[in-house]
């Protein structure tokens, strides 16, 4: 039986799931307006856990 992800648990997965899309984002070139959508839904998500996401964001 698989079991449910605590909150840490869930909160770990999103940051990283946010992470990797930032990385992405760093690497792109142009333009991608899913991408950009995919990071504002995965911000709003971290925001409602309460979890601040100006640190992982990159400094350029």
Do not use: H
Not at 43 to 58: C, D, H, P, Q, R
């Amino acid at each position: 039986m698989e079991e449910d992800m605590t909150r840490d648990e869930m909160i770990k997965y999103e940051i990283d799931y946010y992470v990797n899309l930032i990385r992405i984002k760093n690497a792109e070139n142009g333009t991608n307006k899913e991408l950009d959508y995919q990071l504002k839904v995965q911000k709003n998500k971290l925001a409602a856990l309460g979890v601040n996401t100006e640190s992982y964001e990159f400094d350029n």
